[in-house]
């Protein structure tokens, strides 16, 4: 086995701290981030600068508190909000160690996809740490379903992801789009991927007080059979592959790699964690190895 295939069994940090600023996309709160390396094993740690005795909270699925807009985290009287970008930088670049400070509790939305967290993440670059990934590797195959929004996972000795969705907006319609979560394709394939929503949406969030840190500078917006940005789309197919974006952010609260094949339809965060719940209750469908 080469040197470089011997690199991803080993946990990554990064080289050194890198600064974000910027707005929550449902609060509009200005916000100021800084990422850290942290030790061997210790996983993605969020802590709250702006409240006393930096309270922290750890990037797992049973520390979530909140899906009905984004991935929200939570520690006793304390939130960090809207993480799913940022988790998808960390799991796509194969960085295993993180401490995330911020002075307020929305992460900063950029453009709306994980291109600024992974461009910079790039730019700093991660240091091998002497210690093994740990991986959860999926034996036999585990699945949940509610109506139509159904999230499978299957053996496979790889990391890959098949997203699929349908919408009854033509711009949109029904995408697929499949990839192995390595960090080449997640540069190339998925993290400029941005959000997305229509423009009554939008209007009916304005009225409820959410959506106030977003524009068209951080997020697709349809309105009916026209897309309002006046760059148009990344990609040809932008929506699923954004889709596909959350679902990296997501399944990275597992807090460690996986070995599997994720299949999901219609589905998003409140699924996304209620399957993950379900996946570890069974115990017989998975297990945990190390390569080194």
Known sequence: MSCQNKDKYYQHTLKKE????????????????????????????????????YKSVKAIFKNVTDTSLATVIG????????????????????????????????????????????EKFLRAGKKQQKAARHFIEITSPVELSEGDTFVGVYPDNKYNITCSIEFKNPVIG????????????????????????????????????????GSLESAVVIDEDTILNPDGLRYENEFVRHKLLD?????????????GHIKTS???????????????????????????
């Open 18 to 53: 890198i600064h974000f600023k910027g707005k929550g996309v449902h609060s509009g709160k200005d916000v100021s981030m800084v990422i850290k390396p942290a030790p061997p094993n210790s996983g993605i740690n969020f802590f709250r600068s702006d409240l006393s005795g």
């Open 75 to 118: 520690n006793g009287d304390f939130i960090i909000s809207t993480i799913e970008h940022l988790m998808a930088a960390f799991s796509g670049l194969q960085i295993d160690n993180g401490e995330v400070y911020l002075d307020n509790y929305e992460l900063p939305i950029m453009d709306g996809s994980a291109f600024v967290f992974t």
């Open 174 to 213: 029904k995408q697929v789009f499949s990839t192995e979560i390595i960090p080449e394709n997640f540069v190339e394939e998925i993290s400029r991927a941005r959000t997305f929503g229509f423009m009554s949406d939008v209007e009916a969030m304005n009225l409820l007080g959410l959506g106030r840190g």
């Open 247 to 259: 679902c990296i952010g997501d399944f990275a609260l597992i807090g460690m790699p996986l070995l």
């Open 266 to 292: 219609k589905s998003g965060h409140l699924f996304h964690n209620k399957f993950l719940h379900f996946l570890f209750s069974q115990k017989d469908s998975w297990r945990t190895r190390s390569f080194v």
